[in-house]
Structure formats: C-alpha cells, structure tokens
C-alpha cells in the first residue's frame, strides 16, 4: 500500500507477521501489535526496548495517525484522490 504524507510517500507491505516500511529509499522493519482495536490504539516497539503508542483513526480514504502528540493525515495513493496534507496537533 502506498500513502502520501507531507511531499513523501510511503510504501507499506506485510511480510509476515511484521510489515516492510519504505520511504525516502530506506526500507526497515516494523512490528505492530494492536492494543485496543475498538480505540484505534497501537504499540510499535522501539529500538531501546520499550514502545510507543499510536492512534490511527480513518474515513476509508483518509487516516490520522496521531504519534507523541503530532498528527498526520495520510492519503491512500491507489484508488483514492491523491493529496498531501501535514497536520500538527498537541506540543
């Protein structure tokens, strides 16, 4: 799946039970588990042990992804109208 996200896109495939991120030609790993699915809530483990949690909430074309206070509208790439948009919400 590819999503636009301010000037960027990003390429997102399963592979596995993780996923295979790749933007700006760097490609790395990611492992999601789902938390709380009715509240959209996420834990990605971080490189230092610990996790971070993300909320994504979505209208079908459109999700926002809200990671340590900042939100950002993704836009699906196929089979949607394509438009970039970069929002900040919290610090």
Same mark, same amino acid.
């Given at each position: 799946?590819?999503? =636009? ?7 997102? =495939? ?50 926002w992804v809200t990671i340590n206070g900042h939100t950002l509208m ?18």
């Amino acid at each position: 799946m590819k999503i =636009n996200f301010d000037r960027q896109t990003l390429e997102i =495939n399963p592979s596995g039970d993780n996923y295979v991120a790749s933007v700006d030609g760097k490609t790395v790993s990611v492992q999601i588990v789902r938390v709380d699915a009715a509240q959209g809530r996420m834990d990605l483990p971080d490189r230092g042990g610990g996790s971070k949690s993300v909320y994504v909430s979505s209208d079908m074309a459109k999700r926002w992804v809200t990671i340590n206070g900042h939100t950002l509208m993704l836009t699906k790439t196929s089979g949607a109208k394509q438009g970039v948009r970069h929002d900040h919400a919290g610090d």
